[in-house]
Protein backbone atom coordinates (compact mmCIF):
# COMPACT_ATOMS: atom_id res chain seq x y z
CA UNK A 1 0.00 0.00 0.00
CA UNK A 2 3.10 2.55 1.28
CA UNK A 3 4.38 1.72 -2.56
CA UNK A 4 0.99 2.63 -3.98
CA UNK A 5 1.28 5.66 -2.01
CA UNK A 6 4.68 6.76 -2.58
CA UNK A 7 3.90 6.10 -6.59
CA UNK A 8 0.74 8.38 -6.56
CA UNK A 9 2.78 10.93 -4.49
CA UNK A 10 5.50 11.17 -7.41
CA UNK A 11 2.95 11.27 -10.11
CA UNK A 12 1.69 14.16 -8.67
CA UNK A 13 5.11 15.88 -8.06
CA UNK A 14 5.70 15.20 -11.48
CA UNK A 15 2.66 16.07 -13.36
CA UNK A 16 2.45 19.61 -13.82
CA UNK A 17 5.58 19.87 -15.12
CA UNK A 18 4.40 17.07 -17.43
CA UNK A 19 1.08 19.09 -18.16
CA UNK A 20 3.49 22.38 -19.41
CA UNK A 21 4.93 20.32 -21.93
CA UNK A 22 1.37 19.08 -23.39
CA UNK A 23 0.14 20.74 -26.17
CA UNK A 24 -3.30 20.20 -27.52
CA UNK A 25 -3.26 22.23 -31.45
CA UNK A 26 -5.90 23.65 -32.91
CA UNK A 27 -8.22 22.07 -35.33
CA UNK A 28 -7.72 24.94 -37.60
CA UNK A 29 -5.39 28.04 -38.56
CA UNK A 30 -5.22 30.91 -35.54
CA UNK A 31 -6.38 34.24 -36.71
CA UNK A 32 -3.90 36.53 -34.29
CA UNK A 33 -5.49 39.99 -34.63
CA UNK A 34 -3.00 42.49 -33.46
CA UNK A 35 -3.97 46.35 -31.93
CA UNK A 36 -0.80 47.79 -33.18
CA UNK A 37 1.04 48.60 -36.83
CA UNK A 38 3.71 45.43 -37.79
CA UNK A 39 7.49 46.49 -36.18
CA UNK A 40 6.64 47.55 -32.75
CA UNK A 41 6.71 45.18 -29.48
CA UNK A 42 3.30 43.47 -29.98
CA UNK A 43 4.00 42.31 -33.72
CA UNK A 44 7.63 41.12 -32.71
CA UNK A 45 6.20 38.96 -29.91
CA UNK A 46 3.36 37.69 -32.23
CA UNK A 47 5.89 36.72 -34.82
CA UNK A 48 7.90 34.65 -32.28
CA UNK A 49 4.16 32.80 -30.93
CA UNK A 50 3.63 31.81 -34.92
CA UNK A 51 7.34 30.46 -35.20
CA UNK A 52 6.82 28.45 -31.97
CA UNK A 53 3.44 27.71 -32.41
CA UNK A 54 4.63 26.13 -35.83
CA UNK A 55 7.32 24.40 -34.24
CA UNK A 56 4.62 22.31 -32.47
CA UNK A 57 1.48 22.00 -34.29
CA UNK A 58 3.10 21.87 -37.73
CA UNK A 59 -0.33 22.10 -39.74
CA UNK A 60 -1.76 25.00 -38.04
CA UNK A 61 -0.49 28.69 -39.68
CA UNK A 62 -1.11 31.59 -37.24
CA UNK A 63 -2.49 34.49 -39.66
CA UNK A 64 -1.15 37.79 -38.14
CA UNK A 65 -3.54 40.38 -38.93
CA UNK A 66 -3.77 44.31 -38.31
CA UNK A 67 -6.10 46.51 -37.24
CA UNK A 68 -4.64 49.74 -35.66
CA UNK A 69 -5.66 52.97 -34.76
CA UNK A 70 -6.40 54.96 -31.63
CA UNK A 71 -3.69 53.10 -29.65
CA UNK A 72 -5.46 49.74 -30.03
CA UNK A 73 -8.55 50.96 -29.59
CA UNK A 74 -9.93 50.50 -32.70
CA UNK A 75 -9.20 46.49 -32.78
CA UNK A 76 -10.42 46.59 -28.95
CA UNK A 77 -14.04 47.93 -29.86
CA UNK A 78 -14.37 45.65 -32.23
CA UNK A 79 -13.08 42.02 -30.53
CA UNK A 80 -16.62 40.93 -29.67
CA UNK A 81 -17.81 40.90 -33.56
CA UNK A 82 -15.12 38.31 -34.16
CA UNK A 83 -16.16 35.05 -34.16
CA UNK A 84 -16.44 32.95 -31.08
CA UNK A 85 -15.01 29.95 -32.39
CA UNK A 86 -11.40 29.86 -30.57
CA UNK A 87 -9.60 30.51 -34.12
CA UNK A 88 -9.89 34.52 -33.57
CA UNK A 89 -7.52 35.87 -30.73
CA UNK A 90 -6.62 39.38 -30.00
CA UNK A 91 -3.83 40.61 -28.65
CA UNK A 92 -4.07 43.08 -25.81
CA UNK A 93 -2.27 45.82 -23.84
CA UNK A 94 -2.14 46.73 -20.42
CA UNK A 95 -2.58 49.27 -18.70
CA UNK A 96 -3.81 50.50 -22.52
CA UNK A 97 -7.63 48.93 -21.63
CA UNK A 98 -7.59 50.15 -18.47
CA UNK A 99 -6.72 53.80 -19.13
CA UNK A 100 -8.76 54.27 -22.43
CA UNK A 101 -11.85 53.12 -20.87
CA UNK A 102 -11.21 56.16 -18.11
CA UNK A 103 -9.86 58.19 -20.36
CA UNK A 104 -13.93 58.38 -22.06
CA UNK A 105 -12.90 58.69 -25.71
CA UNK A 106 -13.60 54.90 -26.42
CA UNK A 107 -16.19 52.76 -27.37
CA UNK A 108 -15.39 49.84 -24.88
CA UNK A 109 -14.91 49.05 -21.40
CA UNK A 110 -12.25 47.48 -19.97
CA UNK A 111 -14.62 44.49 -18.98
CA UNK A 112 -15.58 44.41 -21.99
CA UNK A 113 -12.17 42.85 -23.20
CA UNK A 114 -11.78 38.76 -21.87
CA UNK A 115 -7.77 38.39 -21.73
CA UNK A 116 -6.93 34.02 -21.62
CA UNK A 117 -3.19 34.64 -21.02
CA UNK A 118 -0.33 37.43 -20.52
CA UNK A 119 3.09 36.11 -21.64
CA UNK A 120 5.17 38.81 -20.92
CA UNK A 121 5.91 42.73 -20.31
CA UNK A 122 8.61 44.79 -21.19
CA UNK A 123 9.83 47.15 -19.06
CA UNK A 124 9.79 51.11 -19.14
CA UNK A 125 13.25 52.88 -20.71
CA UNK A 126 14.26 56.40 -21.39
CA UNK A 127 16.50 56.46 -24.88
CA UNK A 128 17.64 59.16 -26.90
CA UNK A 129 18.87 58.54 -30.47
CA UNK A 130 22.90 57.91 -30.95
CA UNK A 131 23.38 61.43 -32.65
CA UNK A 132 22.37 63.17 -29.36
CA UNK A 133 25.05 65.65 -27.64
CA UNK A 134 22.91 63.89 -24.63
CA UNK A 135 25.01 61.57 -23.50
CA UNK A 136 24.11 60.40 -19.89
CA UNK A 137 20.86 60.66 -17.79
CA UNK A 138 22.47 63.16 -15.64
CA UNK A 139 22.67 65.44 -19.48
CA UNK A 140 19.27 64.73 -19.94
CA UNK A 141 18.13 66.24 -16.54
CA UNK A 142 20.33 68.87 -16.75
CA UNK A 143 19.15 69.78 -20.44
CA UNK A 144 15.71 69.29 -19.23
CA UNK A 145 15.71 72.05 -16.57
CA UNK A 146 17.52 74.38 -18.35
CA UNK A 147 14.86 74.60 -20.91
CA UNK A 148 11.44 73.33 -19.73
CA UNK A 149 8.77 72.23 -21.98
CA UNK A 150 11.61 71.91 -24.68
CA UNK A 151 12.56 68.42 -25.10
CA UNK A 152 10.32 65.89 -26.70
CA UNK A 153 9.92 62.25 -25.82
CA UNK A 154 7.98 59.75 -28.36
CA UNK A 155 5.91 56.78 -27.53
CA UNK A 156 3.57 54.41 -28.93
CA UNK A 157 0.07 55.51 -28.22
CA UNK A 158 -2.04 58.08 -26.48
CA UNK A 159 -2.94 56.92 -22.92
CA UNK A 160 -0.56 54.16 -22.83
CA UNK A 161 2.22 52.52 -21.15
CA UNK A 162 4.01 55.10 -22.98
CA UNK A 163 2.39 58.19 -21.76
CA UNK A 164 2.11 57.13 -18.18
CA UNK A 165 5.68 56.13 -17.80
CA UNK A 166 6.66 59.90 -19.40
CA UNK A 167 3.96 61.78 -16.81
CA UNK A 168 5.71 59.67 -14.22
CA UNK A 169 9.30 60.43 -15.44
CA UNK A 170 8.15 64.31 -15.03
CA UNK A 171 6.68 64.45 -11.82
CA UNK A 172 9.53 61.58 -10.46
CA UNK A 173 12.64 63.95 -11.51
CA UNK A 174 10.83 67.71 -11.30
CA UNK A 175 11.26 68.20 -15.00
CA UNK A 176 8.54 69.18 -17.59
CA UNK A 177 9.37 67.38 -21.28
CA UNK A 178 6.77 66.77 -24.00
CA UNK A 179 5.24 63.78 -25.23
CA UNK A 180 4.98 62.80 -28.71
CA UNK A 181 1.91 59.99 -29.47
CA UNK A 182 2.50 57.15 -32.23
CA UNK A 183 0.32 54.73 -33.34
CA UNK A 184 2.78 52.13 -32.20
CA UNK A 185 6.28 51.67 -31.46
CA UNK A 186 7.44 50.69 -35.72
CA UNK A 187 5.61 54.20 -36.22
CA UNK A 188 7.86 56.17 -33.65
CA UNK A 189 11.15 54.31 -34.79
CA UNK A 190 11.98 56.19 -37.83
CA UNK A 191 11.17 59.85 -35.69
CA UNK A 192 13.43 58.96 -32.80
CA UNK A 193 16.43 57.40 -34.61
CA UNK A 194 15.99 60.10 -37.37
CA UNK A 195 16.28 62.60 -34.42
CA UNK A 196 12.99 63.97 -35.28
CA UNK A 197 11.85 63.60 -31.67
CA UNK A 198 14.83 64.31 -28.50
CA UNK A 199 14.38 61.16 -27.40
CA UNK A 200 11.80 58.45 -26.15
CA UNK A 201 10.04 57.18 -23.47
CA UNK A 202 9.53 53.47 -24.65
CA UNK A 203 10.84 49.74 -23.63
CA UNK A 204 13.50 47.17 -23.51
CA UNK A 205 12.51 45.58 -26.61
CA UNK A 206 13.02 48.62 -28.54
CA UNK A 207 16.29 49.55 -26.65
CA UNK A 208 17.95 46.04 -27.57
CA UNK A 209 16.51 46.10 -31.51
CA UNK A 210 17.72 49.22 -32.41
CA UNK A 211 21.45 49.50 -30.06
CA UNK A 212 23.55 50.99 -33.18
CA UNK A 213 20.92 53.80 -33.36
CA UNK A 214 19.86 54.61 -29.98
CA UNK A 215 21.16 55.59 -26.76
CA UNK A 216 19.73 53.86 -23.58
CA UNK A 217 19.63 56.01 -20.55
CA UNK A 218 17.36 54.68 -17.52
CA UNK A 219 15.61 51.70 -17.94
CA UNK A 220 12.72 50.67 -14.74
CA UNK A 221 13.85 47.11 -13.46
CA UNK A 222 14.69 45.61 -10.46
CA UNK A 223 18.57 45.16 -11.43
CA UNK A 224 20.34 46.14 -14.65
CA UNK A 225 19.58 44.45 -17.80
CA UNK A 226 22.00 42.24 -19.01
CA UNK A 227 22.49 43.21 -22.43
CA UNK A 228 22.83 46.66 -21.36
CA UNK A 229 24.57 46.59 -18.42
CA UNK A 230 26.23 50.28 -18.95
CA UNK A 231 22.65 50.96 -17.78
CA UNK A 232 21.41 52.46 -14.61
CA UNK A 233 17.59 51.30 -12.98
CA UNK A 234 15.71 54.39 -11.82
CA UNK A 235 15.90 52.91 -9.25
CA UNK A 236 19.50 53.57 -8.59
CA UNK A 237 19.27 56.76 -9.87
CA UNK A 238 16.76 57.38 -6.87
CA UNK A 239 13.17 56.66 -7.40
CA UNK A 240 10.94 53.40 -7.02
CA UNK A 241 10.43 52.54 -10.70
CA UNK A 242 9.71 49.07 -11.72
CA UNK A 243 7.17 48.91 -14.50
CA UNK A 244 6.22 48.22 -18.37
CA UNK A 245 3.70 47.38 -20.59
CA UNK A 246 2.37 43.81 -20.71
CA UNK A 247 1.09 41.82 -23.46
CA UNK A 248 -1.53 39.34 -23.64
CA UNK A 249 -4.49 37.45 -26.09
CA UNK A 250 -7.93 37.60 -25.48
CA UNK A 251 -10.53 36.49 -27.15
CA UNK A 252 -14.35 37.78 -27.76
CA UNK A 253 -16.40 37.24 -25.17
CA UNK A 254 -18.82 34.45 -26.45
CA UNK A 255 -15.69 32.16 -26.99
CA UNK A 256 -16.71 29.02 -25.36
CA UNK A 257 -15.06 28.25 -21.71
CA UNK A 258 -13.18 24.75 -22.94
CA UNK A 259 -11.72 27.00 -25.91
CA UNK A 260 -10.43 29.52 -23.65
CA UNK A 261 -9.04 27.24 -21.51
CA UNK A 262 -7.20 25.57 -24.45
CA UNK A 263 -5.86 29.00 -25.73
CA UNK A 264 -4.61 29.86 -22.15
CA UNK A 265 -2.86 26.12 -21.67
CA UNK A 266 -1.50 26.31 -25.55
CA UNK A 267 -0.08 30.29 -25.12
CA UNK A 268 1.34 28.85 -21.88
CA UNK A 269 3.28 25.88 -23.64
CA UNK A 270 4.87 28.62 -26.35
CA UNK A 271 6.00 30.59 -23.16
CA UNK A 272 7.28 27.43 -21.88
CA UNK A 273 9.63 26.85 -24.84
CA UNK A 274 12.73 26.89 -24.79
CA UNK A 275 12.89 28.78 -27.59
CA UNK A 276 10.46 30.90 -26.77
CA UNK A 277 12.39 31.74 -23.99
CA UNK A 278 15.55 32.62 -26.25
CA UNK A 279 13.74 34.86 -28.12
CA UNK A 280 12.70 36.75 -25.55
CA UNK A 281 15.67 37.53 -23.60
CA UNK A 282 17.56 38.68 -26.83
CA UNK A 283 14.42 41.01 -27.58
CA UNK A 284 14.38 42.36 -23.73
CA UNK A 285 10.82 40.77 -23.06
CA UNK A 286 10.20 39.21 -19.21
CA UNK A 287 7.86 36.52 -19.77
CA UNK A 288 5.02 36.26 -17.42
CA UNK A 289 2.80 33.23 -17.02
CA UNK A 290 -0.72 34.46 -16.10
CA UNK A 291 -3.46 32.56 -17.55
CA UNK A 292 -7.13 31.64 -17.24
CA UNK A 293 -6.31 29.87 -13.25
CA UNK A 294 -4.06 33.14 -12.35
CA UNK A 295 -6.73 35.73 -14.46
CA UNK A 296 -9.11 36.76 -11.84
CA UNK A 297 -6.35 37.88 -8.86
CA UNK A 298 -4.06 39.41 -11.54
CA UNK A 299 -6.76 41.65 -13.10
CA UNK A 300 -8.03 43.05 -9.85
CA UNK A 301 -4.49 44.23 -8.40
CA UNK A 302 -3.73 45.62 -12.41
CA UNK A 303 -7.19 47.73 -12.70
CA UNK A 304 -6.81 48.96 -9.13
CA UNK A 305 -3.20 49.81 -9.66
CA UNK A 306 -3.86 51.24 -13.12
CA UNK A 307 -7.22 53.51 -12.14
CA UNK A 308 -5.14 54.97 -9.38
CA UNK A 309 -2.11 55.79 -12.24
CA UNK A 310 -4.79 56.98 -14.48
CA UNK A 311 -4.80 60.20 -12.14
CA UNK A 312 -1.37 60.80 -13.39
CA UNK A 313 -2.41 61.45 -16.76
CA UNK A 314 -5.80 63.57 -15.67
CA UNK A 315 -7.85 60.72 -17.42
CA UNK A 316 -11.54 61.13 -16.76
CA UNK A 317 -11.54 65.05 -15.64
CA UNK A 318 -12.72 67.39 -18.39
Known amino acids: MKRILSTLALA ?3 AP ?3 AQAVTC ?15 ESDLSARHQQNVLKKKCPNIETIIQYKAGAGGALMWTQINTLPADGANVVGVNLPHIVFQPIEGQVQYKTQDITPVFWFHYTPDILVVPSQSPIKTFDDFIKAAKATPGK ?5 SGQNSANHAAHERF ?7 TIYVPFKGTGDMATSVMGAQVDGA ?12 RIRPLAVAMDRRHPLMPDVPTFKELGVDWVDGAYRGIGVPKGTPQAERKRLS ?9 ADMKDLAAKSGFELVNVGLEEMDGFMATKVKLYTEGAALLNLGKK
Open 26 to 40: PDKNVNYWQAFPPGG
Open 151 to 155: LSLGG
Open 17 to 19: GAM
Open 170 to 176: NKAFGVK
Open 201 to 212: MTYTAFAINNKE
Open 12 to 14: ALV
Open 265 to 273: DLWRALNND
